[in-house]
């Protein structure tokens, strides 16, 4: 049973107590990194804990056209700048499998109506019993709790899935963006009561049929259809891998892999010709790696996901896109998160480079490669401020001394946005 949760109010200046984010992690391959050996079977509870809530302010009527938001009444909070110039993209990320932020041609961005940017870049934008509303100027920030959104961790690149059948797909190593989103739907689901992060379940294979292009060879190694007969011989379908909403298949409970092999394999918006976020081909021809998901597509997705796949108002749900060398961008990322995730409790989504992340740190090995963030909280008053994440990337795929599966790790704001300006970082969705 899902309970919904009231966003609480209170004014901008208050401040939070320390702040928990999320990340997905990805690009760097450790196909022989070990299993793994957390020991616990549950979730353990979280530092910190969850605000008390009180009712939201009464919603305003609907903007009309040509409608003008004030800003909020704290003087602190100028409007985020979502109209910029678009800022080009990094020629090429630093590994080969890196994807270059470049929009995909097959998942277009929807155009999102100038009226409804005033609102969302004002903070007018506010969520009511689960649902978008237009309020009078406010916030209100919180904590998010993590007990449960700690443990979404990626599914290893190689191993067994739900079903102990074996695989091998290095396309799985790419999946930041989608364990990102994940968690950032997961708080949507505790709003609203969907999307499905906690329930999602079945047999999901990479997409290349639907990016009209041919499986590649060599590409991931795969569970057949029928296994194989009494003679040994092997069936010729590929099956996919298995997954749910909770498995204990690396010696730890993960959580919604069921989900994140929806959304990178088939999900699929209106206006998509391709079945989800993540990007499995370029100019006709199939990639393996994957590219993982431009910022556009985690927006995309976001907003078709969170909206429940309301065809009527889809585009213009909640999230939208701050691109990375924006002039107020370090003020921008700030008044985004004390916003969504103080106010609303859902949090904001970074593309960024590793090597500003603290478990990302390994000395001269320390790479610059392309990562996700989900973030889930803040702290302003501490010294300096503060946000934190969960990398869903976990031991399995990132085995450097600082990381641990299923920790939260605290980052210095101005390095957070150093990260998402760095080498191949890119913007926030929010």
């Given at each position: 049973m899902v309970t919904t949760k009231r966003p609480a109010r209170r004014a901008l200046g208050v401040a939070l107590a320390a702040a928990l984010v999320a990340v997905a992690g990805c690009g760097v391959l450790a196909p022989n990194a070990p299993t793994p050996t957390v020991?616990?079977?549950?979730?353990?509870?979280?530092?910190?804990?969850?605000?008390?809530?009180?009712?939201?302010?009464?919603?305003?009527?609907?903007?009309?056209?040509?409608?003008?938001?004030?800003?909020?009444?704290?003087?602190?909070f100028r409007p985020i700048d979502v109209w910029a110039t678009p800022t080009p993209a990094p020629s090429e990320g630093a590994l080969p499998s890196d994807q270059t932020d470049v929009p995909a041609p097959r998942r277009p961005l929807p155009v999102q109506s100038a009226d409804w940017l005033a609102l969302k870049a004002a903070g007018r934008l506010a969520l009511v019993d689960g649902q978008p509303t237009v309020l009078l100027p406010n916030a209100d920030p919180r904590t998010l709790a993590t007990d449960y959104a700690r443990w979404i961790v990626e599914p290893l690149g190689k191993g067994r899935d739900v079903n102990d059948n074996f695989y091998q797909d290095d396309n799985y190593w790419n999946f930041c963006e989608v364990g990102a989103s994940t968690v950032a739907l997961y708080y949507w689901q505790q709003l609203t009561g969907h999307p499905n992060v906690k329930g999602t379940f079945g047999y999901f294979i990479d997409p290349y049929a639907a990016e009209g292009v041919a499986w590649p060879s060599p590409g991931p190694t795969l569970p057949m259809a029928g296994g194989s007969d009494a003679s040994g011989t092997l069936g010729t379908e590929r099956l996919g891998t298995y997954w749910t909403g909770e498995d204990h298949v690396n010696g730890y409970t993960a959580y919604a892999r069921g989900y994140q092999l929806y959304l990178a394999m088939k999900m699929q918006p209106p206006g998509w010709k391709s079945t989800g976020m993540d990007v499995f081909a370029a100019d006709g021809k199939p990639l393996y790696r994957t590219w993982g998901a431009p910022r556009t597509n985690v927006q995309v997705a976001l907003n078709w996901e969170a909206s429940g796949h309301n065809r009527t108002n889809w585009a213009d749900f909640w999230y939208t896109g701050v691109m990375r060398f924006e002039p107020t961008f370090a003020?921008?990322?700030?008044?985004?998160?004390?916003l969504d995730v103080g106010r609303d409790g859902v949090p904001v989504i970074a593309q960024l480079d590793t090597y500003s992340l603290p478990n990302w740190q390994d000395g001269s090995k320390t790479p610059h490669t392309h990562h996700a963030v989900a973030i889930v909280g803040y702290d302003n008053t501490s010294s300096p401020p503060t946000y934190s994440y969960i990398d869903t990337c976990a031991r399995g795929c990132n085995s450097r001394p600082g990381n641990r599966t299923g920790s939260v790790y605290l980052i210095p704001q101005d390095q957070m946005v150093e990260a998402i300006q760095g080498t191949v970082g890119s913007g926030f969705v929010w």
């Open positions: 020991s616990p079977t549950t979730a353990p509870t979280p530092t910190g804990s969850s605000a008390s809530l009180t009712p939201a302010t009464s919603p305003l009527d609907p903007p009309t056209a040509g409608f003008t938001p004030s800003p909020t009444p704290d003087s602190s003020r921008d990322l700030q008044m985004a998160v004390m």
